[in-house]
């Protein structure tokens, strides 16, 4: 059965540091997308960066990078120079099938990252 | 352009009441999806629309249903509600394409409380 697994129920990290936050996933489609999303308190959900299943570089959006390593259904994400805007809740999603069929999507539990200054 | 927008933003209901939720997807978007966010179970699909059509459904009991207009806004509705329905839902809307990442845009939730 399709699964998201992020094992980090919250994290720390300094101002300007790099962090990552762990995702697992499980399913048994060959083509599927897997997504970040920022969830800070006011509850809008913000996308984040996006690795499809076939795509054979690993997905960079500025700070933002997926470390994705297909053969051990990992797709972590690292934010570098982390900022006090950073805190907030993170999740990593996936959906199955490829780009239009569906948007029905998979989440994880969520890794609340804390900045401190 | 303006994001998604859902309506009301806050309400309180009671036990057996039914609540109509509106979302109002991001101008040319034709995909909304559905999400209830609680503590306990975390982000679960509800249901998507396309196109005024209902392309996939969550496990949700038939208390929760929804639908969508020809301009593409989406309402869901929860008859008798209970107490495990106090949540944030999210609607999320998607331009549906080949290219690009087909993200999904959230909109801010609506957060129900059933007392």
């Known amino acids: 059965a399709q699964k998201i697994t992020q094992t980090q129920p919250g994290m720390f990290v300094q101002e300007k540091e790099a962090v990552t936050l762990d995702c697992t996933y499980d399913t048994s489609d060959q083509s599927y997308g897997l997504f970040w999303y920022k969830q800070p308190s006011s509850g809008e959900m913000i996308f984040l960066i996006y690795?499809?299943?076939?795509?054979?570089q690993n997905a960079t959006e500025g700070r933002y990078s997926l470390n994705f390593q297909k053969a051990r259904k990992s797709a972590n994400l690292v934010i570098s120079a982390s900022q006090l805007g950073d805190s907030a809740m993170y999740f990593c999603a996936m959906r199955e099938g490829r780009r239009g069929a569906t948007n029905k999507l998979i989440f994880g539990t969520g890794t609340l990252l804390a900045v401190q200054p | 352009k303006a994001g998604v927008t859902q309506t009301p933003r806050y309400l309180i209901k009671t036990r057996g009441q039914q609540v109509t939720l509106s979302c109002s997807p991001i101008?040319?978007?034709?995909?909304v999806s559905w999400y209830q966010q609680t503590p306990g179970q975390g982000l679960q699909f509800l249901f998507e629309?396309?196109?005024?059509?209902?392309?996939n459904k969550g496990n949700f009991p038939g208390r929760f249903s929804g639908r969508q207009f020809s301009n593409s806004r989406s309402e869901m509705n929860v008859s008798t509600l209970e107490l495990g329905d106090s949540a944030l839902y999210l609607c999320a809307s998607s331009l549906e394409a080949l290219r690009g990442t087909g993200e999904l845009f959230f909109g801010e939730g609506s957060r129900l409380t059933v007392l």
């Open positions: 690795q499809g299943s076939y795509d054979e």
């Open positions: 629309y396309f196109s005024e059509t209902q392309r």
């Open positions: 101008s040319g978007h034709r995909s």
